[in-house]
């Protein structure tokens, strides 16, 4: 069963346009929502990171948007730039449910077009 | 910072041989440390989780024989593919957590590993 579910799996954007990333989960345990950036040969990097106290976290053009009732978050790219295009993962994770184990969704490839 | 490094970035062996890859936690000490296998435009697959001085608690379907995990210190963990197939070629990626941020993985760059 897949714990975190990403939506979409590809975006195309326009360069100054807004990215949208979309991850929903199943486990309430989960209180910790981080979202990374993966560029091609690269490991994974932490962009930002969300707890569930607070519906929103803005860091410079990044936002994730959360919903705890209907247990989804997201990742708002402003004003994307083609630099931005990578791989993002969204991910969840619980001390308390399976210490710090990462669930991983599936990716979304962003091409961000000049 | 959190910097973790792995060596080495790239390896191509022949079948049959072992490859050891490291991962280190270059500014701080890593409680934990992560082995990942990533498949081309896939998601990063857990093979297992180490604690230092403490044997590597593997993902179900992971061989442990198969994949040899060591945490020796706070900032050292390895793996080693013993008996590489082609099978075993993939991305092979190392997290770390700090002992102050016990949620939060910081991921190594990765080992692209083929085998012929």
């Known amino acids: 069963q897949q714990q975190v579910k990403q939506s979409p799996q590809s975006l195309i954007v326009q360069k100054g346009g807004i990215s949208i990333i979309n991850c929903a989960y199943e486990n309430t345990a989960f209180d910790y929502f981080p979202w990374y950036q993966q560029f091609p040969g690269k490991g994974p990097a932490l962009l930002i990171a969300?707890?569930?106290?607070?519906s929103e976290k803005k860091e410079g053009r990044f936002t994730i948007s959360f919903n705890k009732s209907a247990k989804q978050f997201s990742l708002h790219i402003m004003d994307s730039q083609p630099g931005d295009s990578a791989t993002y993962f969204c991910a969840a994770t619980s001390y308390s449910y399976n210490f710090n184990k990462f669930y991983f969704g599936s990716g979304t490839k962003l091409n961000v077009k000049p | 910072g959190a910097v973790v490094s792995q060596h080495p970035s790239r390896v191509i062996c022949k079948s049959g041989t072992s490859v050891k890859i490291e991962c280190r936690s270059l500014d701080f000490q890593a409680t934990t440390m992560f082995w990942y296998r990533q498949f081309p435009k896939q998601s990063l697959m857990l093979m297992a989780t180490s604690n230092e001085g403490s044997k590597a608690t593997y993902e179900q379907g992971v061989e442990k024989d198969k994949f040899l995990i060591n945490h020796a210190s706070l900032t050292l963990s390895t793996l080693t593919v013993t008996s590489a197939h082609p099978e075993d070629s993939s991305f092979y990626i190392c997290?770390?957590?700090?002992?102050?941020?016990?949620?939060?993985?910081?991921f190594g760059p990765g080992t692209r590993l083929t085998v012929l």
């Open positions: 969300i707890r569930p106290d607070v």
């Open positions: 997290s770390a957590q700090k002992r102050t941020e016990t949620d939060t993985q910081y």
